[in-house]
C-alpha cells in the first residue's frame, strides 16, 4: 500500500475530555476565566442571597430612611429605611431568572425555526422572512411595551416579551448558519451514510451553528437583563416593593437631583455588572462549544 | 535586473514565530521569464511580498538584500516603495475576482493607477484606461470601462488585473498562482497573454504556481521551493531529464504528462506492479435520457440535457468537462443527492431515479453508491473525529456497534494507509492528504459497487495527489469497485480510466476508450481541452 | 442601468408594503389580545358600566374580529387612532405635535455617534494592538452594559448636581426661554431659522446630555462594526493588489477600505435605530424630554390604552420608513445589489 509522505503516525492519541477542554479555555484567556468567575458570583447571589443578606429587603424602618453608605447598611438605606445592599443582592435572583428563561426560549424557538428555514428553504422559509421582518419593523424596545401591555403586567409576561423580540436574532443566525452548510460535503457524505433529511440537519449541521449562537446567547443574556430593568423602570413588568434592580434605579433617581446618589447607583452598577459578565462570556462559551478550538 | 541574497522572512503568531523564507537568494535577468515551483507551505508566495514590502501585518524579513536596478528595496523608505510598485514592478495575483474592489468600475480602477503614478492626466485617463483594456485583448473595451468586477467572468477579471499591472508599463511582472480556479481552457489563453505581452515590452516576469508543468512551458528558469528553501534552480528541460535534488525528482516524477503511468507518479522505491483490474461485460449503471432543469429568472435552464452513458462492472469511466459543463449536477445525480428532471437511472436493471433523493437515504442500494467529495476538508464535519466520520456508515447502515465497529474502522484506517492514532483527531488536526484518506475510507466502507470520484485530488498538492490516485487504483483491484472519476484534469483521468466521457453544455460531445480519446480527438473542443493542458518536457523513463 | 437602479428602489418600497401590513395586523392583534376587557382598558380606569358598554359599541368590540379588522384599518386609514385620556385630545394629533422632540433627540444622538464611532472604528482598525484598539475595545463592551437610563442619571448627578455646568433635565427648554415659531418643530433648527441664537443655545445646552447619554448607548455597536468591517477590507485581495499597483496609503485606506467597510456598517444602522428609538423611551423620562416616548410611559401609568397603541404604530412605521431609507441608500452605493 502507498505511504502517505506526511505521516505523522509518531502523535500521540488525543482524548481530550470536555472538562479537560473546558479548563483549557479558561486558562488561555484570563478575560473569560475572569467572567466565569464573575457569573459564579452572580449565581451564588441567586441561590444563597435571599439566605445571606443581612436585612430583610422589604422591611421599612422610617427613622433610618435615606441614610448615606455605612458600615452597617454597606449600600445605605432607602426613603423607606430599607437597606439597599440587601435589595440588590435578593434581586439577583428575578433578573437572572428573566433572562435565563426568555434566552432560553428563544433559543429553542429561534432553533426549530431558523433550522427548518435554512435547511428546506421554499415557501417555509418565506413565511418565516416576512413573520421576521414583522417582528423586527418594530424596535424591539417598543415591541416588548406593547407586548406586556396587552397581556399584562407580570413577570410571565416580561419573559415572554423578551423572548418574542429576540426569536429574530436565533432564527436568522442558524438560518444562515445552516443555510451555507446545506450543501456542505459533510452534510452531502452525512446522507450517503443512509442518515434522512432531520438527522442530517439536526446531528450534523444544527450543532456546528453552536459556536456563533454562543456569542448570540451572551449577548443576549445582557440584553434581556436591560430589557427587562427598562420595563420596570417605565413602570411595566415587576411592582414595587418587589426588590429588582431597575425598579430600584427609578425609584432612585427621583432623588439624584437632591444628591442622594446611593439609591440608583448601587442597582444601576450591579445592573451593569451583570450585563457586563455576560458580555464578556461570549468567546469563552463559543471556546468550548467548538471543537477545533481543541488542540 | 533584480537580485536577491540570502532573504528571510519571519512571521510573528501567537504560537511563536515561523519562518516561511529561509535563506534564499536568487535573480531575474531582464526580461526573463522565471519561474517559482513549489507545493503549499514552501514559502514562494511569501518571498513575492517581501520584495514588494507587502508583507501581512507581523511579517518582517530579517535577512537579506533584496536589490532592484541597484535600489535597495529592503531599506528604501516607504515613499520610494510605493512609486516603484505598479510602475517598476507590478504584481497579479490568484482569484482574480476577489483581486478587484468589488464596487468601483474596473476603468477607473485602472485610472487609479495611472494617476498614481503620473502616467496620465485627468484628462485622458479615460482614453489611457481603455487603451490599456484594449491591451489585454478585452472584447469591446470602450463597455467594459464601465463594468464592475461581479458582471466579469473570472478570466476576464484577470485581463483586467493583469491591465491595471501593465499599466504604467513596469519593467518586472510578478505573478502568483495567476490562474489557479480559472478553466483549462482560460488558463491557456491568460498565460499565452502573459507571455506575449511579457516579449513585447521586453519585460521580466517571474511566475509562481505550484504546477511544474505550467512553469516548464512558459518560462526559461526555474526555481524549486521547498520549506523555505531554494533545492534546486535550473532550465525545464534539464529539470525534468536530470532532476538533482531528490525532491525535484519526486515533484517531477508526480507531474501527469504524456507517457506517464500511474505507478510513475511515486518515488521510484515505492512503484510496486500495478494491479489489474477486471471490466466485465454487463453493466452496473446505466444513465438513460438524463436531463436537470432549473428554474430561473429567465425561465428554466437545462443544465443537463439528456445524456445516456453507461458503466460496467468493475469500470473506470473518466466524466471530464470544465466548470458549468454540467459534470457535477450529473454526478450528484447518480449518486442520489439530487433528483432528475426526467430520464432513468438504473442500477443492476432497478430504477432508482424513481425513489426520491429525499428518501434514497433508506434504500437497501444506499450502501452500494458512494461518493468522494472534492474538497476533503468541506467533507468532514468539523465537529466529529476521523473515526467517528468512517464509522458512520457503518453504524448507520451497516448494523454494525461496539467492538466490532471499532474492528472495522481500524480495518479500514489500515486499508487507506491512514495510520491508527489519527484516528482520534478532529479535522483541523490532519493534514490535506490525511483527511483525503479519512474521506475514501468512509466512502469504502461498506464496499459499494459504485463510486463515484468527485474530483478528489483537485485541492491536494501533486505529491499528495500521486499517492491519492495510486491508493484508488490499489482499492479498485482490491474490492472490484467502479469507478465514475469525474474531472477537469484529462492528464489524471488518463491514468485511472478505462473510458472517458466529454460534456459540454450539458451534452455528452464525445466518448470512447480513454488512450483513442486522448491521441485522436474526434471533437475540436476535444482537442482544444488537450491542447490546453500544460504540456512539460517528456522526463526520462525512470 | 439607470432604469434598473430605479426599478430596484420601487422594488424596495414594495417589499414594504407587506410589512407595514404585518405592522397593523400585530397591533391590531394587540389591541384585542388582551387578557381582559379591552373596552374596560380603553374607557380607562374610572369608567362606569354603562360608559364601557358605550365605549364596546362605539369601538365595534361586539361585532366579529374581521369586521373589527377592517374598521380598524378604516379608522387609521383616517388617521384616527383613537382619543386619550389623559390629554382629552386625538391621539394622533398628540404624536405629531410630540414627534419633532423625539426626532430632534434621536437624530442629534446619531449624528454625534456616527462622527465620534466611525473614527473610532477607522482608527482601531489600522492601529490593531495600539492604546486606541484598546480604548475601542473597552468602550465597546462597556457601552453595550450600560443600561440608558442609569447613564442619563449618572450624568446628571455629575454634571448637574455636582458640578452644576448643566441645567436641570426638565424638558427641552428652560422655562426663562420662549419656544421658537414653529415651522420643523426641531428646535434648533426652528431658532436659527428665527435667528434667535439665545433660544438657540438654551436649546443645546438642554440637548447635550440627552443626547450623550443616548450616543454612548449606540456607540458600541456603530465602532464594533465599522472596526470588524474595516478589519475584513483591509485583509482582502483587492486591498492587496491596490497596494502592489503603489496607490497611496489614503487612497488605499479611504477610496478602497473604507468605502467597502461602510456597506456592513450602514446595515447595522437598521440595527442601532431600532435601540435607538427603544432606548429613546427611557431617555426621554430620565430627562423629562416631552417626545412620544414620555408620552407613552404617562399613558402606560394610567392605562390610556389607545395612547399606548397609537404610540407602538407610530414608532414601527417610522422605524420601516427609515429601514427604507437605509436599503435604498445601500442600494445607491453598493453596484451588487439587484443583480445577484
Redesign the interface.
Known amino acids: ?9 509518531e ?5 481530550d475530555g470536555t472538562l479537560a477542554h473546558i479548563g483549557h479555555v479558561l486558562r488561555e484567556n484570563p478575560v473569560t476565566m475572569l467572567a466565569f468567575a464573575m457569573l459564579g458570583f452572580f449565581l451564588g447571589c441567586a441561590l444563597l442571597g435571599p439566605v445571606l443578606v443581612p436585612y430583610d429587603p422589604l422591611a421599612t424602618e422610617a427613622a433610618r430612611a435615606l441614610e448615606p453608605p455605612s458600615f452597617e447598611h454597606w449600600f445605605g438605606t432607602d426613603n423607606l429605611g430599607r437597606d439597599v445592599f440587601s435589595r440588590v443582592i435578593v434581586a439577583t435572583r428575578l433578573d437572572l431568572t428573566i433572562s435565563v428563561a426568555a434566552v432560553a426560549l428563544s433559543f429553542a424557538f429561534g432553533s426549530v425555526l431558523g433550522g427548518m428555514a435554512g435547511y428546506w428553504g421554499g415557501w417555509i422559509d418565506a413565511v418565516l422572512n ?2 421576521l ?15 406586556v ?4 403586567n407580570t413577570v410571565e409576561n416580561i419573559i415572554y416579551a423578551t423572548a418574542i423580540i429576540n426569536i429574530p436574532f436565533y432564527a436568522r443566525l442558524v438560518r444562515a448558519e445552516v443555510n451555507i452548510r446545506r450543501n ?3 452534510a ?10 432531520l438527522r442530517v440537519l439536526a446531528v ?1 449541521i444544527f ?2 451553528a453552536l459556536p456563533p449562537m454562543m456569542v448570540q446567547v451572551s ?1 443576549n443574556l ?1 440584553w434581556a437583563i ?1 430589557n427587562a ?2 420595563l420596570s ?4 413588568g415587576v411592582r414595587p416593593p418587589t426588590p429588582e434592580w ?1 425598579i430600584m ?2 425609584e ?2 427621583n432623588f ?4 442622594e ?1 446611593w439609591l ?2 448601587f442597582p ?1 452598577l450591579w ?2 455588572l451583570a ?2 459578565t455576560f ?2 462570556l461570549g468567546d469563552g462559551l463559543r471556546d468550548i462549544v467548538d ?2 478550538k ?2 | 535586473m533584480l537580485q536577491i541574497e540570502d532573504l528571510s522572512v519571519a512571521f510573528r503568531t501567537r504560537k511563536g514565530e515561523v519562518n516561511p523564507v529561509r535563506g534564499i537568494s536568487f535573480e531575474v535577468a531582464r526580461g526573463e521569464q522565471l519561474g517559482i515551483v513549489g507545493e503549499s507551505g514552501s514559502g514562494k508566495s511569501v518571498t513575492s511580498y517581501a520584495l514588494m514590502r507587502i508583507l501581512d501585518a507581523g511579517g518582517e524579513i530579517r535577512t537579506g538584500t533584496i536589490s532592484y536596478g541597484g535600489i535597495d528595496l529592503r531599506r528604501a523608505a516607504e515613499r520610494d516603495m510605493r512609486s516603484i510598485r505598479g510602475r517598476e514592478i507590478s504584481m497579479i495575483f490568484q482569484n482574480p475576482r476577489a483581486a478587484l474592489n468589488p464596487i468601483r468600475k474596473v476603468g477607473h480602477q485602472i485610472e487609479d493607477v495611472l494617476l498614481q503614478h503620473a502616467q496620465a492626466t485627468r484628462q485622458d485617463a479615460r482614453a489611457k484606461a481603455i487603451e490599456a483594456l484594449e491591451a489585454v485583448r478585452i472584447a469591446d473595451p470602450q463597455a467594459r470601462y464601465d463594468a464592475y468586477p461581479f458582471e466579469l467572468s473570472g478570466g476576464m477579471c484577470q485581463r483586467v488585473v493583469i491591465a491595471i499591472a501593465l499599466a504604467c508599463s513596469p519593467r518586472l511582472l510578478i505573478a502568483d498562482e495567476p490562474t489557479t480556479g480559472l478553466d483549462i481552457t482560460t488558463q491557456k489563453s491568460v498565460m499565452d497573454l502573459i507571455r506575449e505581452l511579457a516579449r513585447a515590452r521586453e519585460m521580466g516576469s517571474i511566475l509562481i504556481t505550484h504546477d511544474l508543468g505550467l512553469a516548464a512551458q512558459y518560462c526559461d528558469r526555474i526555481v524549486v521551493m521547498k520549506d523555505g528553501r531554494i533545492v534546486e534552480t535550473g532550465a525545464p528541460q534539464r529539470l525534468f531529464t536530470e532532476p538533482e535534488h531528490p525532491y525535484t525528482r519526486r515533484l517531477v516524477d508526480a507531474t501527469p504528462v504524456v507517457g506517464a503511468s500511474i505507478r510513475s507518479l511515486l518515488p521510484a522505491e515505492a512503484r510496486t506492479p500495478e494491479p489489474a483490474h477486471r471490466v466485465q461485460d454487463h453493466p452496473v449503471l446505466e444513465a438513460v435520457d438524463l436531463v436537470k432543469t432549473y428554474p430561473s429568472k429567465s425561465g428554466p435552464v437545462q443544465a443537463v440535457k439528456g445524456i445516456s452513458f453507461a458503466i460496467r462492472a468493475g469500470q473506470s469511466l473518466g466524466l471530464v468537462g470544465e466548470s458549468g459543463c454540467g459534470k457535477s449536477t450529473t454526478s450528484e445525480m447518480i449518486v442520489r443527492l439530487l433528483d432528475p428532471s426526467s430520464g432513468k437511472i438504473l442500477f443492476d436493471g432497478q430504477d432508482i431515479a424513481a425513489v426520491p433523493a429525499a428518501r434514497f437515504a433508506w434504500h437497501p442500494l444506499r450502501r452500494e453508491i458512494q461518493m468522494v467529495f472534492q474538497d476533503a476538508t468541506d467533507s468532514l464535519n468539523p465537529r466529529d473525529t476521523g473515526a467517528s466520520a468512517i464509522a458512520e456508515p457503518l453504524a448507520r447502515m451497516g448494523g454494525l456497534g461496539g467492538r466490532a465497529l471499532k474492528a472495522r474502522v481500524a480495518e479500514l484506517a489500515d486499508l487507506v494507509g491512514l495510520p491508527q492514532p489519527l484516528l482520534s483527531r478532529y479535522p483541523h488536526q490532519l493534514s490535506g492528504g490525511q483527511k483525503a484518506r479519512v474521506g475514501i475510507a468512509r466512502a469504502i466502507a461498506l464496499e459499494p459497487k459504485l463510486l463515484i470520484l468527485d474530483e478528489p485530488t483537485a485541492a491536494l498538492d501533486v505529491s499528495i495527489q500521486a499517492v491519492v490516485l495510486n491508493l484508488l487504483v490499489d482499492l479498485r483491484a482490491r474490492l472490484g469497485m467502479s469507478y465514475l472519476f469525474v474531472s477537469h484534469d484529462l492528464n489524471v483521468v488518463r491514468l485511472l480510466c478505462d473510458e472517458v466521457i466529454v460534456m459540454k453544455g450539458g451534452e455528452i460531445i464525445e466518448r470512447g476508450p480513454t488512450a483513442q480519446v486522448m491521441s485522436a480527438p474526434a471533437h475540436p473542443y476535444t482537442r482544444a481541452l488537450i491542447e490546453a493542458a500544460p504540456q512539460p518536457p517528456v522526463k526520462t523513463p525512470a | 442601468m439607470v432604469s434598473d437602479r430605479a426599478k430596484m428602489i420601487l422594488g424596495r418600497m414594495a417589499q414594504a408594503l407587506p410589512v407595514v401590513a404585518g405592522v397593523v395586523v400585530i397591533s391590531f392583534l394587540l389591541t384585542r389580545a388582551l387578557p381582559g376587557d379591552p373596552a374596560a382598558y380603553f374607557a380607562g380606569p374610572a369608567a362606569s358600566e354603562a360608559s364601557i358598554a358605550e365605549v364596546r359599541e362605539a369601538l365595534g368590540l361586539d361585532k366579529p374580529l374581521v369586521q373589527q379588522f377592517f374598521l380598524y384599518v378604516g379608522d387609521l386609514a383616517q388617521g384616527n387612532l383613537g382619543t386619550a385620556i389623559s390629554t382629552g385630545q386625538p391621539v394622533a394629533a398628540d404624536l405629531a405635535s410630540r414627534l419633532p422632540a423625539s426626532l430632534e433627540l434621536t437624530l442629534v444622538a446619531l449624528l454625534l455617534s456616527c462622527a465620534v464611532a466611525i473614527p473610532l472604528g477607522v482608527l482601531a482598525a489600522t492601529r490593531p494592538g495600539t492604546w486606541v484598539d484598546h480604548l475601542c475595545r473597552v468602550l465597546v463592551t462597556a457601552g453595550v452594559s450600560m443600561p440608558t437610563f442609569f447613564t442619563g442619571i449618572v450624568l446628571i448627578y455629575v454634571f448637574y448636581y455636582l458640578l452644576g455646568v448643566a441645567p436641570s433635565p426638565l424638558g427641552r427648554l428652560d422655562f426663562i426661554y420662549l419656544p421658537p415659531p414653529t415651522v420643523t418643530g426641531f428646535h434648533l433648527i426652528d431658532a436659527a431659522l428665527a435667528g434667535d441664537w439665545e433660544t438657540w443655545f438654551g436649546a443645546l445646552k438642554q440637548l447635550v446630555l440627552p443626547a450623550v447619554t443616548l450616543a454612548l448607548f449606540t456607540l458600541a455597536p456603530i465602532a464594533r462594526m465599522t472596526r470588524a468591517a474595516m478589519l475584513q477590507a483591509l485583509s482582502s485581495d483587492f486591498i492587496r493588489t491596490a497596494r502592489a499597483a503603489g496607490l497611496g496609503r489614503g487612497k488605499v485606506l479611504y477610496g478602497y477600505a473604507l468605502r467597502n467597510a461602510l456597506l456592513p456598517v450602514i446595515t447595522t444602522l437598521g440595527m442601532v435605530f431600532s435601540f435607538t428609538l427603544g432606548a429613546n423611551v427611557l431617555v426621554e423620562k430620565v430627562f423629562a424630554w416631552p417626545g412620544i416616548g414620555s408620552y407613552a410611559v404617562e399613558a402606560l401609568v394610567v392605562s390610556d390604552y389607545a395612547a399606548v397603541q397609537g404610540f407602538v404604530l407610530a414608532m414601527a412605521l417610522l422605524f420601516v420608513l427609515l429601514n427604507l431609507v437605509i436599503d435604498i441608500a445601500y442600494a445607491l452605493i453598493d453596484p451588487r445589489i439587484g443583480f445577484s
Open positions: 500500500m502507498a505511504k502517505d509522505t506526511l505521516t505523522a503516525a502523535a500521540p492519541p488525543r482524548r416576512r413573520c421582518d414583522t417582528i423586527m419593523a418594530f424596535p424591539l424596545f417598543v415591541l416588548a411595551m406593547g407586548v401591555a396587552a397581556l399584562g456542505a460535503g459533510f452531502r457524505a452525512a446522507r450517503l451514510a443512509g442518515n434522512g433529511d450534523h450543532p456546528n449577548l445582557g436591560l430593568a427598562g423602570f417605565i413602570g411595566l431597575g434605579v427609578a432612585g433617581a439624584i437631583v437632591s444628591g446618589w440608583a447607583v444601576g445592573l451593569m450585563v457586563f458580555n464578556l471543537p477545533r481543541r488542540t
